[in-house]
């Protein structure tokens, strides 16, 4: 026998494994380094007071590296991102690189080809946050939209005829399985029912005009629906949602939609909770790799400033620590930002009273508020 066996007891507790999430990072164009730099930073943070780890794989695909080499999503890349447990995106659009070829190539490729069929766009209006909406606070403010990620208008089923010419004809056409619309209806009930709050899932569409793509959106939600009879279900038309969302959106819990209405309608609820420095989510595979994400844009005219907010992206890490299994990360990290925010003069770019850098830091700090730890389950 060694002697490190013999002063060990033989009954010792094994060494425990820390639990270790291997996150790919892709920064991306414009502002999505400075915010992701805030996010990594609060999220390590977070780990650290949790017990957990993360390991980073950071990627340069986006705007720069498609200047340089003409590369958008390499193979190599994407058969490294099936592998990760999480992508954390920053932003991707770059000023010198024309429309739709990063968008396509690039963010919804990843959607794509990852089969992130949901994106998961939380509109929750946080204390202190200025809303546009008269009249409406936090508790008007919170629900969640369900957006299908990968078919729709955005598959690029469509073409030209006589292109160019005074009988043009240009063709976009709308896909809609039902395979890929049951699997986001019920991942909508489902959410309705784990969120467990008014407990209604509402469907966004347009039956009176879309009367084959949206009557099978609404066929398909009211088979799904008997096998939810705790959950509450009605309808809207994307036009009168829009309305709602402004006059009464207290009435809504979690919306479902197609990936249209979905892109359409999440960019409302972001204004309403008081904008892209706050707005985040996730393109969900909830069977795969999902990806999280600030949803403003690459913001070029902020670029390098330092002055960009980074509450979204650092929201968007929380979604992600969420979907791992860490909640109480997660919980903290929300917590957090809710601390934060009313010491920041607006949550605008460049009017926040702070830098990115410094609102990262004051996320951190408060990160170990005593109240968030007991509050915990
Ligand atoms: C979004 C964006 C994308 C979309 C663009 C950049 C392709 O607007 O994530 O909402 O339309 O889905
Ligand atoms: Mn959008």
Same mark, same amino acid.
Request: include cysteine; hydrophobic fraction near 35%; charge should be positive.
């Given at each position: 026998?060694?002697?490190?066996?013999?002063?060990?007891?033989?009954?010792?507790?094994?060494?425990?494994?820390?639990?270790?999430?291997?996150?790919?990072?892709?920064?991306? %164009?414009?502002?999505?380094?400075?915010?992701?730099? $805030? *996010?990594?930073? +609060?999220?390590?943070?977070?780990? #650290?007071?949790? !017990?957990?780890?993360?390991?980073?794989?950071?990627?340069?695909?986006?705007?720069?590296?498609?200047?340089?080499?003409?590369?958008?999503?390499?193979?190599?890349?994407?058969?490294?991102?099936?592998?990760?447990?999480?992508?954390?995106?920053?932003?991707?659009?770059?000023?010198?690189?024309?429309?739709?070829?990063?968008?396509?190539?690039?963010?919804?490729?990843?959607?794509?080809?990852?089969?992130?069929?949901?994106?998961?766009?939380?509109?929750?209006?946080?204390?202190?946050?200025?809303?546009?909406?008269?009249?409406?606070?936090?508790?008007?403010? %919170?629900?969640?939209?369900?957006?299908?990620?990968? $078919? *729709?208008?955005? +598959?690029?089923?469509?073409?030209? #005829?006589?292109? !160019?010419?005074?009988?043009?004809?240009?063709?976009?056409?709308?896909?809609?399985?039902?395979?890929?619309?049951?699997?986001?209806?019920?991942?909508?009930?489902?959410?309705?029912?784990?969120?467990?709050?008014?407990?209604?899932?509402?469907?966004?569409?347009?039956?009176?005009?879309?009367?084959?793509?949206?009557?099978?959106?609404?066929?398909?939600?009211?088979?799904?629906?008997?096998?939810?009879?705790?959950?509450?279900?009605?309808?809207?038309?994307?036009?009168?949602?829009?309305?709602?969302?402004?006059?009464?959106?207290?009435?809504?819990?979690?919306?479902?939609?197609?990936?249209?209405?979905?892109?359409?309608?999440?960019?409302?609820?972001?204004?309403?909770?008081?904008?892209? !420095?706050?707005?985040?989510?996730?393109?969900?595979?909830?069977?795969?790799?999902?990806?999280?994400?600030?949803?403003?844009?690459?913001?070029?005219?902020?670029?390098?400033?330092?002055?960009?907010?980074?509450?979204?992206?650092?929201?968007?890490?929380?979604?992600?620590?969420?979907?791992?299994?860490?909640?109480?990360?997660?919980?903290?990290?929300?917590?957090?930002?809710?601390?934060?925010?009313?010491?920041?003069?607006?949550?605008?770019?460049?009017?926040?009273?702070?830098?990115?850098?410094?609102?990262?830091?004051?996320?951190?700090?408060?990160?170990?508020?005593?109240?968030?730890?007991?509050?915990?389950?």
């Amino acid at each position: 026998m060694t002697k490190l066996a013999k002063v060990r007891p033989p009954m010792s507790k094994p060494p425990t494994t820390t639990r270790t999430y291997r996150v790919a990072v892709i920064p991306g %164009d414009g502002t999505g380094p400075e915010v992701i730099r $805030e *996010g990594r930073k +609060v999220l390590e943070a977070a780990a #650290s007071l949790e !017990g957990f780890r993360l390991t980073w794989q950071p990627y340069d695909v986006g705007g720069e590296r498609y200047l340089k080499t003409k590369e958008i999503l390499p193979d190599t890349v994407l058969n490294d991102l099936r592998q990760v447990q999480a992508i954390y995106l920053g932003a991707i659009g770059h000023p010198d690189v024309a429309p739709g070829i990063l968008e396509r190539g690039l963010l919804l490729r990843l959607r794509v080809e990852l089969d992130q069929y949901i994106n998961l766009r939380p509109v929750k209006l946080y204390p202190g946050v200025a809303t546009p909406l008269k009249d409406k606070g936090p508790d008007d403010i %919170d629900f969640v939209v369900v957006r299908e990620n990968t $078919e *729709g208008l955005y +598959v690029g089923v469509g073409g030209f #005829s006589r292109k !160019g010419t005074a009988d043009e004809v240009a063709l976009q056409t709308s896909v809609n399985t039902r395979k890929g619309v049951e699997r986001c209806v019920r991942y909508a009930f489902e959410c309705t029912r784990k969120r467990n709050r008014r407990k209604k899932l509402t469907l966004c569409g347009k039956t009176n005009v879309l009367t084959y793509a949206h009557d099978l959106w609404q066929r398909v939600f009211n088979d799904v629906a008997k096998a939810y009879p705790d959950v509450t279900t009605d309808y809207t038309h994307v036009d009168a949602c829009c309305m709602w969302m402004v006059k009464n959106p207290e009435w809504f819990d979690v919306i479902v939609t197609d990936n249209m209405f979905g892109d359409i309608i999440t960019d409302l609820g972001a204004m309403i909770q008081g904008g892209m !420095g706050i707005a985040a989510g996730g393109n969900l595979n909830p069977e795969g790799t999902s990806m999280f994400e600030p949803i403003g844009g690459s913001a070029p005219k902020y670029t390098g400033k330092n002055v960009i907010n980074p509450l979204a992206a650092i929201c968007a890490g929380g979604m992600m620590l969420d979907h791992l299994g860490e909640s109480r990360a997660a919980q903290r990290i929300e917590q957090a930002v809710i601390q934060v925010i009313p010491k920041l003069k607006s949550l605008a770019a460049g009017k926040m009273g702070y830098s990115t850098t410094e609102v990262g830091d004051l996320v951190v700090k408060h990160l170990s508020d005593k109240r968030h730890a007991t509050s915990d389950k």
